[in-house]
């Protein structure tokens, strides 16, 4: 096996583990899928995967949905995948590669901030106009919006089911439209599209193995074990500018 295939693999396989984990393991995917391709085009590889995830995660979780919240934040999200799709459409290799590892290692760093500081901008009556922009904005381009987006809705002070099944709903939605975006500026080819059905068994594996093990195991070493590799991969991403 090639060794392009397996990190091909190995990305899409994180991918399922991490609709059963906590927040931050999907800051790793696209750092994997940029060792195979490391420029924008890991983006079309991933987000369609993401997609039939989301499409599998919605048909679990469809009650309680905050419909209100989603009717607000979903127009400016779309607002800011537009912007990040701007950004993308030509966007020189290296420098993407710098933007995301820089993106990935901030967003790593307010999620230690987080953990013994409130972040007060999330609390105030106007949170959804700067969370939607923002969250649309990283998510299209360094896929990383999932800890932001998790920040926002725990401040709504929704319960459990509510909260998860609106942040479901809220994902899929902004995939399907990163996935229209990708396509419209032709970063989505019959390359990436191959290399996606190539993910698809790793895909479902993970997300089976990860609905049997990740709540049998302690939240807290996970947690510190899926930074780790966030670093690492972020890192990596930086060491590769200029190469």
Request: with cysteine; aromatic share 10%.
């Amino acid at each position: 096996m090639e060794p392009s295939t397996i990190f091909i693999l190995l990305a899409c396989f994180i991918t399922g583990i991490s609709k059963f984990s906590v927040g931050g393991m999907g800051m790793v995917i696209l750092p994997l899928m940029m060792l195979v391709f490391p420029g924008p085009e890991a983006l079309a590889v991933i987000v369609p995967l993401y997609c039939l995830t989301d499409m599998v995660a919605i048909s679990t979780y469809r009650k309680n949905i905050n419909w209100g919240l989603l009717i607000k934040l979903l127009p400016l999200c779309a607002v800011g995948v537009l912007g990040g799709a701007i950004m993308l459409k030509g966007i020189d290799t290296q420098l993407f590669i710098t933007v995301v590892g820089i993106t990935i290692l901030l967003l790593l760093l307010l999620s230690f901030w987080l953990d013994y500081f409130p972040l007060p901008v999330f609390t105030n009556k106007y949170a959804v106009w700067i969370a939607g922009p923002v969250v649309g904005f990283i998510s299209m381009v360094a896929n990383a919006a999932g800890p932001l987006m998790g920040l926002f809705l725990l401040e709504q002070k929704m319960e459990k089911q509510a909260f998860v099944s609106t942040r479901c709903w809220f994902f899929m939605t902004t995939n399907l439209l990163k996935l229209i975006a990708l396509a419209s500026i032709g970063l989505i080819n019959i390359d990436t599209i191959e290399m996606s059905l190539v993910g698809i068994p790793a895909l479902l594996l993970g997300m089976w193995i990860g609905y049997l093990i990740v709540d049998r195991l302690p939240q807290r070493q996970f947690k510190i074990l899926v930074r780790i590799a966030i670093s690492i991969s972020a890192l990596n991403l930086l060491f590769l500018k200029g190469k």
